[in-house]
């Protein structure tokens, strides 16, 4: 079992214990990776980045992995292979002669 | 070295050679990960669950995670540990006999 | 009829031509004002605030705009009473001589 | 003075009144429509659009619209302009005769 795999073992257990898989449906899984987004936003705002509360910032980190973790796994989706499937569309997006150190979006390059 | 360590390996190669570790600071990548996670949920807008695209799907969730394993990077959260911490807190919160079966949140059971 | 009335007769209007109110539900409604304010978040990602494109931003807030004054109308909310409640209560959640010159939430005040 | 001046002149001087100027830079205003939006949509979650709370969409709603008016005047936007230009915009990107009926982005259409 991948690290991965495993810690999806454990959020199913968890579901499954409450009966919560009739709620996890991909849209509204997917607006939950948004609002648990936003509090990963919300320990940074009117702040500079240095003084985010680290407790809190782990705390809902792991609440976006979470339903991105069930969310894939709704569609059979692989996240370490499509990761490192991204890495390399990405590598053609941006290629390093182009984007060294520029922030400019691939659109625009 | 675990599965998360080795993608966040790949995500080190790719930023380094392009030199982005200067974009990276922790507020910027937070907003990164809400823009994608709002990728995420532009697949689905004005749609049902069933009629997502799943390649679109799973390059927007693997951008989703890239960015919350790079910012974790940055406050040295390991985020294997986070998630199976995250699900032991959300035990407390929900317990089952409460819980079980209502989408309600914990501030309201 | 208000500045506010008028804003959201001229999108019934572009809607109705279209025929889309089909799509309109409340809850996409809220997806696409999540999914528009990252669109002007986007304007800003691995930048600092002065280098946002003026004109980008324009559009995007209008986008933000015209999908509250939708999602409000659908619920018969009346967005300027409720902006003035809004202060109203944000007056009491943040007294002046407690808030005064501190960014912090008003539940650790 | 429009609805919508009169409403940021309340904006500011609850603002001023608490010495907030200062936190509101365009990138934190930015995070807070974003952030703001997301509590909208987490009142949409786990549910269907009819059992939204009415009096919690119309506060959170309320706190969208003020961040909007708040980033807008930062750079001068008209926001009342910017919605019917926008609208005229999406006319040519929506034509009646290829999008009626249709939730097709333009980029498809």
């Not at 320990?43 to 992995?65: C, G, I, T, Y």
């Not at 069930?70 to 499509?82: S, V």
Request: hydrophobic share 45%; proline share 2%.
């Amino acid at each position: 079992m991948t690290q991965l795999e495993s810690l999806l073992a454990q959020l199913h257990a968890f579901r499954d214990e409450r009966d919560w898989q009739q709620f996890h449906n991909s849209k509204d899984l997917a607006l939950a990776i948004s609002i648990e987004a936003a509090e990963v936003n919300e320990l940074f705002l009117w702040k500079s980045a240095q003084d985010v509360d680290p407790v809190k910032l782990r705390h809902e980190l792991a609440d976006v992995m979470s339903y991105c973790l069930l969310l894939a796994d709704n569609h059979a989706i692989d996240l370490a292979q499509a990761i490192t499937e991204k890495i390399h569309l990405n590598a053609h997006k941006y290629p390093v002669e182009k984007a060294k150190g520029k922030a400019t979006k691939y659109t625009d390059l």
